[in-house]
């Protein structure tokens, strides 16, 4: 089963703004940009910690500011899944009143469902009993909505626009990895010549390689045919190198310089990676990373990096510090 948590909770962390500016532009109109945010990873976890409220690894809650200088606390809530989630309108609410109970803020809460289910679109939690009622209603976007507005999504500014034409592509490709495979080489050419920044870029590429995965031998022959394009383009894609490097790497006697490529291609992996996780360390843990560095820079397998992103996720200090020993 595809997982779609780790990509989106790797893609949302870097490119939180621009996630915001295309599904809920209102609203980040009305944010000053000018400050950075403050991701509450530890509040969040607090809020989770002995409640049954559905809290994942995809869901984020943030500290922004107005252009007036108040605070504003966001809670996003992703539910990338195939499939609807059980009293998710409650758990909206539950988690609402967590913050607020908690820390004496209302939050702003905001919804993004990936499932397939035209029909489930949940927005408001309603409870009513004698004469006494509530409604709690909240900003939700589909993202199965996006899917006839493709040529807006291929020509929008916005590197979040081709977040959600790759997730909508690894639904519709779902058994299909010939048309996946076509699909992921479109999404990356187009990519390529952007012109987006490297940190945009590579955030996007990441997110589309992790989700769009394909058969050993596709991936070979999508890497070689993105290889080739990629000579005029401005940015080198680098992301699938991590699994040919391991993969068609070992083996002796491949094409005629494929090695120097491949170590070539590893390195720049390497980068990456440690790129994520330094950018995860700095969210999660801003005390603790600059003396976590060091440690980091000395890793050098990409097997070990990749297990190192998932546990930055949603691993705690001691964990990742014993990984690194």
């Known amino acids: 089963m595809t997982d779609y948590d780790s990509p989106w909770k790797m893609v949302l962390d870097g490119l939180f703004r621009e996630c915001l500016e295309l599904f809920f532009p209102e609203l980040a109109a009305a944010l000053d940009w000018s400050r950075p945010y403050e991701s509450l990873e530890q509040e969040l976890r607090s809020i989770a910690s002995g409640a049954e409220i559905g809290l ?26 195939n499939q609807r989630v059980q009293d998710f309108s409650e758990r909206m609410f539950t988690s609402y009143c967590r913050i607020r109970d908690n820390y004496g803020v209302f939050p702003v809460s905001l919804a993004v469902l990936g499932d397939a289910e035209e029909y489930w679109r949940p927005d408001q939690f309603l409870h009513e009993r004698y004469s006494c009622s509530l ?10 909505d996006f899917a006839l507005r493709r040529e807006e999504l291929e020509t929008s500014p ?18 299909d990895p010939t048309h996946r495979y076509v699909e992921k080489v479109s999404l990356v050419k187009n990519l390529l010549m ?20 394909l058969p050993s031998e596709m991936e070979k022959s999508c890497r070689l045919e993105i290889t ?20 068609e790497g070992r083996e002796e006697g491949r094409l005629e310089g494929i090695e120097k490529g491949i170590e ?62």
């Open 56 to 81: 994942k690894i995809v869901d984020k809650l943030v500290k922004a500011w107005r252009l007036d200088g108040s605070e504003e606390w966001l809670l996003v809530h992703l539910e990338v899944q």
């Open 135 to 144: 409604t709690f209603k909240f900003p939700m976007v589909k993202l199965s």
């Open 158 to 175: 916005n590197p979040f626009a081709r977040v959600v034409l790759a997730h909508l592509a690894t639904q519709q490709t779902r058994g």
């Open 194 to 213: 952007a012109g987006w920044s490297k940190t945009e870029l590579e955030y996007v590429l990441r997110f589309i390689d992790w989700l769009m995965q």
């Open 228 to 247: 080739e394009f990629e000579r005029g383009a401005p940015v080198p894609f680098i992301t699938s190198f991590e699994r040919i490097a391991r993969q």
């Open 264 to 325: 070539q291609g590893t390195e720049k992996s390497r980068n990456v990676l440690r790129s994520s996780i330094r950018h995860i360390w700095v969210q999660r843990f801003p005390s603790a990373a600059p003396e976590m560095f060091a440690r980091l820079d000395a890793v050098t397998d990409v097997d070990k990096l990749e297990q190192l992103i998932g546990l930055s996720l949603d691993g705690s200090l001691r964990d990742i510090e014993k990984h690194l020993s």
